[in-house]
C-alpha cells in the first residue's frame, strides 16, 4: 500500500531487515520496531503473564507499556517508541517480562521456541 | 551544554517549542527536553529523514509554522530530543531534571537550571468495554502516530469510535492514506458543537475539511454510537456498535466488520513532573486533573510555568499561545523586560473558552459502565476484571486509591495511565491528580548510578 | 450499642477488631477514610522475628507470628510463610548476626558463604555467610485488613464486627471518669470501651481523649520493580545492617534494602528510614541508595526496571515499643498503636491481647512494656 507515500511524496531510503523471532521484517530507516511489526501485519508480540492475551500496540505513544519487548537480549523496551537498527534481534513472548541470569544479558537470539508470533 | 540554564522546557510539541523560542528571544539561556528522537510532539509529530517526504505537511495542520519555529530555535537554545525526564527535583531556587537518554541504552543525565516549563501534553483516554485488549484495538492517538511518525497505516478496515473533534483528523487521515474507514462513531451528538457560537474561532474551517475529506471517501459518521465490544480470536475482526440513548446506554446493536479500531475518549494531560514538585492542581470541565497556572501561565510552585494541555486540554493553537506567555512570564521572572503585550492573554482566554466549551460538548457520560461484563479487564496491564474491583468495594474500598491497593488495578506497567479515568469513575470519584515518583521506568542500574550532566561524555 | 468502637481500619485495627468479635463482643471499626488507606497500605507486608532484638518486642513478634499461620486459613490475603535470609558482609558481622540468632531463641539455620546459593541462586558473590530465618513471612497488608475485617464479619454475624469507612472520630464521649464511646462527623457513637488503632495518628486520637501517647511519623520509601514473569529472589532477603538500623535512633536517612519478591510479579525493595514529618515529597537521593544496595545484593535486577515508589509514614514511640492496653489515665481508652515498621507482622498479638483485656480475660503476654503511661515519667 504506496497511498500514505504518495500522500507526503516520501522518497524512502533502502530498507533493512531486523529478525523477529529469527523472521525477517523489512524497516525503513527511522521507523520503529512497533511500526515495522505493525506495518507487517504482525499485531501482537507478547503474551501477558496471567491470562497470556496476546498483546501488540495499543497507545502506541508509549504510556500503555503494551508493546514490550527483547531487543537484542535487553528485556521490556517498548516497541512503538525503539527506533530498529539494522540486524536487530528481536524476541518476543514470554523473555519480554522474564528475568535471565546476570550473564545472559546479550545473548537474545529469540529461543524462546514455545512462542509464536500472532501475524497475519 | 551548560552546567545551569535559566530555562528548562520540557516537551518539544507547539507549547514547548513557542515558550523555548519566547524565552530565548527574550534573552533567557533555554535547554529543551523532549523524549523523542524528533520535535512536534503528538500534534506535529514529524516522519524520520529516512522518508524524504517532500510534503510532510499533508499529514498535519500548521506544521509549516511550527516548523519554522523549531529551526530558528534549534539556532538558538540548547536541544536535548531523545532524553525521556523520570524525575524533577527543586531546592533552593534550581530545577534538577533527571532524564534518561537513548531509546534503549537509557544513560542517564541530568539538567539544571532556574526556572521550568512544564509542556509534557497529553495522552489519549481510553475506555474500557469488552474486548479492548485485543490486538488491532488502538488508541486514536496510537494510529495517528503510526501514521504520522512511521507512515504506516493501522489497519486495511478501520472503525474510528469515540468522542471529540479528534476523531476527524485521525479518520481523515486514515482515509486519504488508504485505509478502507468503515465508519466514525461519535457517542455524543455528531453536531454537538456545530450551534456553539465559539465554533467561529477559527476551527470551523478546519472541521469542514476534515468532513469533506470524510464525505469523499463515503466514510459514515454517525453521531450517538459507539462500538461496545471488539470481537476476535487472538486479534479483532469485528466490533459491535451500538446505537445509544443520552446517557450511553445501548439502544440497538449492530456487527462491523473490521481488523482495526482506533478510539479515544478524550485525552488525560500528563502531569506527573508537575505532581512531583508539588504544583497545585485543579478539576478541568470534565473533571480531569490539570496544573494550576495564574494569567502568565506561572504554577504555584516559584519558578515552574505550565502550558499546553497540562493545564487542560485545548489543541495546538491554544498550547503555542501558551507557551509564548509562559516564556515571558519566565523572562520577566528573571528580571528581563518583557513589555506587557494583552492582545497574546486576550487570545488565550478566547481559545480557552473554546476548549471549554468543546469539554463540555464532547463530554464522557456514564452510561459506558453498563458496556462492561464481570470479566471485562479494566487494567490491562494487571488483567483486573471488573468483578475484581467491585469484589474490592464490597471489602471497604470506597476510592480509587483503596481499590488500587485491593485489587491492583494501575499497579502494573502503565501505572494507571490507562485505566485511572475509568477507575476513578468506577469508585465514584473524579480522577486524582497522579503521584507518580518515577515518571518513566529506570533500570535499577542506571539508578544506582552517579547521574551525570550532558555535558559528559 | 455496640461494646467497642475500634479507631481505625489498618491492619491493627482490623486485627482487634476480628479477636473481639471472635471474643463474642459487638464491634464497630470506624475510619476516617478507606480499609488500609493509611500506614497499612503503604507497608510491604513484613512478618519477622529475624530482625529483633530479644525481649518484649520479640516476645510479641513471636505470638504474632503463630497467630498469621492460623489466620492465613482465613486465604485471600497471600500469606506466604517464605523464610527470610539475613546476609552477613564480613566473618565479623556474620559472628554478631549468629550470636543475636542464639539470644533470640527463635528458629534459624546459620548459612555459611558456600550455602548462601543454594537458598537463592541470584545472590551476588563475596558474602561471609548468613542465617535463614524459617519464620519469617509476607502478607498482603491491604488485603489482610480487609479480609480480617470481613471474615471476621462474616463469621461472627454481620451485626457484630460493622465497618464504617469515611467517618472521621472528633472527640470522646465520657460517662463519668470513663470513656464510652465517640463523636464523629456522621454522629455518635456510645460504646462500652474505645480502641484507639490510628496507626501513625494514634497520637493525635489519644490527645482527643487528654492523654499523651508519643506517636512520631518515620518516613519509608519503598522501590517496585516491573513485574517478574518467574520469581528472582525467593525468600525476604537483607543484610545485616537492617537489623541495626530498624532501632536505630538516629534523625537523619537510613537505609538498607529488603529485597524480596511478591506473588503478584514485582520485586520490592524497602526500607528507608528517616524523620522528617509527614511530607511526602519524592528524594530521589533515597530512592538511589535503596537501588544501589538491591543492585549490590541482586545483580541481575541492575537491567530491571524500577517502575514505581511510593512512602508511608511508619508510627513509632521513642523507645521504639508499641503502645498496646488499656489506659489507667482514661479507663476504656484502649490503645493499639506506635508499631513502627512492624504494624503488619505484630497485628494479629495486639489484637489478640487486646481482645483479651476488652473481655476482661488476663492477657497472654505481660502488656507492662507496652503500657500507654509508660511515657509520663519522662516528661
Known sequence: MNQPYDLVRARPEPEFEISVDGAPVPVIPGQTIGAALHGAGIRSWRTTRIGARPRGLFCGIGVCFDCLVTVNGSPSLRACLTEARPGDRVSTGARAGQVGPGGRAGDGDGTDGGKTVNGR | ?457 | ?379
Request: aromatic share 6%; hydrophobic share 40%.
Open chain 2, 1 to 457: 551544554m551548560k552546567p545551569l540554564y535559566d530555562l528548562a522546557v520540557i516537551g518539544a510539541g507547539p507549547a514547548g517549542v513557542a515558550g523555548a523560542l519566547t524565552a530565548s528571544f527574550a534573552g533567557l539561556d533555554v535547554v529543551l527536553i523532549d523524549a523523542a528522537p524528533r520535535p512536534g510532539g503528538q500534534y506535529f509529530r514529524h516522519l524520520p529523514q529516512g522518508f524524504n517526504a517532500q510534503a510532510p505537511g499533508a499529514l498535519h495542520h500548521g506544521l509549516d509554522g511550527f516548523t519554522r519555529q523549531w529551526e530558528t530555535l534549534r539556532a538558538r537554545a540548547d536541544v536535548l530530543l531523545g532524553h525521556k525526564v523520570w524525575a524533577v527535583e527543586r531546592a533552593e531556587g534550581t530545577v534538577t531534571v533527571r532524564c534518561l537518554e537513548g531509546d534503549r541504552e537509557e544513560r542517564p543525565r541530568t539538567v539544571t537550571a532556574r526556572g521550568l516549563l512544564i509542556a509534557t501534553g497529553a495522552h489519549d483516554r481510553p475506555l474500557p468495554f469488552p474486548g479492548w485488549d485485543l490486538p488491532g484495538v488502538l488508541t486514536a492517538g496510537g494510529a495517528q502516530a503510526l501514521l504520522k511518525g512511521n507512515l504506516v497505516v493501522a489497519g486495511r478496515k478501520v472503525v474510528v469510535a469515540g468522542t471529540g473533534p479528534f476523531l476527524l483528523p485521525v479518520a481523515a487521515g486514515l482515509a486519504e492514506a488508504g485505509a478502507d474507514v468503515r465508519g466514525v462513531y461519535e457517542a455524543n451528538g455528531r453536531l454537538g458543537l456545530a450551534r456553539h457560537p465559539l465554533l467561529a474561532a477559527g476551527k470551523a474551517g478546519e472541521a469542514l475539511g476534515y468532513g469533506a475529506s470524510l464525505a469523499r471517501h463515503r466514510v459514515p459518521y454517525r453521531g450517538r454510537h459507539a462500538v461496545i465490544a471488539a470481537h476476535g480470536e487472538g486479534a479483532l475482526t469485528h466490533v459491535t456498535v451500538a446505537r445509544l440513548d443520552s446517557a450511553w446506554r445501548p439502544v440497538s446493536t449492530r456487527t462491523v466488520e473490521c481488523d482495526t479500531l482506533a478510539y479515544g475518549y478524550g485525552f488525560v494531560p500528563q502531569l506527573e513532573l508537575p505532581v512531583q514538585l508539588g504544583c497545585a492542581t485543579r478539576a478541568d470541565a470534565d473533571g480531569s486533573p490539570v496544573v494550576t497556572v495564574d494569567g502568565g501561565l506561572r504554577t504555584s510552585v516559584p519558578g515552574v510555568y505550565a502550558a499546553g494541555e497540562s493545564t487542560g486540554v485545548g489543541g495546538a493553537v491554544l498550547a503555542e499561545v501558551e507557551g509564548r506567555i509562559a516564556g515571558r512570564s519566565a523572562a520577566a521572572d528573571l528580571g528581563r523586560r518583557v513589555p506587557p503585550l494583552p492582545r497574546l492573554s486576550r487570545r488565550r482566554d478566547r481559545l480557552a473558552a473554546f476548549a471549554k466549551a468543546l469539554l463540555e460538548a464532547y463530554p464522557v457520560r456514564p452510561g459506558w459502565q453498563g458496556w462492561l461484563r464481570d470479566d471485562t479487564l479494566v487494567c490491562r496491564c494487571e488483567e483486573v476484571p471488573l468483578s475484581a474491583v467491585r469484589e474490592a468495594q464490597d471489602l471497604g474500598a470506597i476510592d480509587a486509591r483503596s481499590v488500587k491497593l485491593l485489587a491492583r488495578p494501575g499497579m502494573g506497567w502503565c501505572q494507571g495511565r490507562m485505566c485511572g479515568y475509568a477507575v476513578a469513575c468506577l469508585a465514584g470519584e473524579d480522577p486524582a491528580a497522579p503521584r507518580r515518583p518515577i515518571a518513566q521506568p529506570i533500570r535499577l542500574g542506571d539508578l544506582a548510578a552517579p547521574t551525570r550532566s550532558p555535558l559528559e561524555g
Open chain 3, 1 to 379: 450499642m455496640p461494646d467497642v468502637v475500634v479507631i481505625g481500619a489498618g491492619v491493627v485495627g482490623a486485627a482487634c477488631a476480628y479477636y473481639a468479635a471472635r471474643a463474642g463482643l459487638d464491634v464497630v471499626v470506624v475510619d476516617r477514610g478507606p480499609v488500609a488507606g493509611g500506614t497499612t497500605g503503604a507497608g510491604e507486608g513484613n512478618v519477622l522475628v529475624s530482625d529483633k532484638e530479644p525481649g518484649p518486642e520479640l516476645d510479641l513478634a513471636l505470638l504474632s507470628n503463630g497467630l498469621w499461620r492460623e489466620l492465613a486459613e482465613l486465604d485471600g490475603f497471600e500469606f506466604e510463610a517464605k523464610g527470610g535470609l539475613v546476609v552477613a558482609e564480613t566473618g565479623e558481622v556474620l559472628e554478631a548476626l549468629t550470636g543475636l540468632a542464639g539470644k533470640q531463641g527463635v528458629e534459624h539455620t546459620v548459612v555459611p558463604s558456600g550455602g548462601l546459593g543454594d537458598y537463592e541462586p541470584h545472590l551476588a558473590g563475596g558474602f561471609a555467610g548468613g542465617v535463614f530465618y524459617p519464620q519469617d513471612a509476607q502478607v498482603q497488608p491491604m488485603l489482610a485488613a480487609a479480609t480480617l475485617i470481613r471474615r471476621g464479619a462474616d463469621r461472627f454475624g454481620r451485626g457484630t464486627l460493622m465497618l464504617r469507612t469515611g467517618v472521621t472520630v472528633a472527640g470522646f464521649l465520657r460517662d463519668g471518669d470513663r470513656i464510652g464511646g465517640v463523636t464523629t462527623d456522621h454522629g455518635d457513637i456510645l460504646a462500652g470501651a474505645v480502641v484507639n488503632a490510628a496507626g501513625t495518628w494514634g497520637g493525635e486520637v489519644a490527645a482527643m481523649a487528654g492523654v499523651h501517647v508519643p506517636v512520631l511519623p518515620r518516613r519509608g520509601f519503598i522501590l517496585v520493580t516491573e513485574p517478574f514473569d518467574e520469581p528472582l529472589i525467593r525468600h525476604k532477603v537483607y543484610t545485616a545492617a537492617y537489623v541495626t538500623n530498624v532501632a536505630s535512633d538516629s534523625e537523619g536517612l537510613e537505609t538498607s534494602a529488603v529485597v524480596e519478591g511478591t506473588p503478584s510479579g514485582p520485586v520490592l525493595i524497602g526500607a528507608s528510614r528517616e524523620r522528617v514529618g509527614f511530607d511526602r515529597t519524592v528524594s530521589v537521593p533515597v530512592l538511589e541508595r535503596l537501588a544501589r544496595q538491591a543492585v549490590e545484593l541482586f545483580p541481575a535486577l541492575a537491567d530491571r526496571r524500577a517502575i514505581r515508589a511510593y512512602c508511608g509514614f511508619r508510627p513509632y514511640c521513642p523507645d521504639h515499643l508499641p503502645v498496646i492496653g488499656e489506659d489507667p489515665r482514661a479507663p476504656g481508652l484502649h490503645h493499639a498503636c506506635g508499631h513502627e515498621g512492624a504494624g503488619i507482622g505484630l497485628a494479629p498479638a495486639t489484637g489478640h491481647l487486646i481482645a483479651q483485656t476488652l473481655a476482661g480475660h488476663r492477657p497472654d503476654l505481660d502488656l507492662t512494656p507496652f503500657r500507654p503511661d509508660r511515657f509520663e515519667e519522662r516528661r
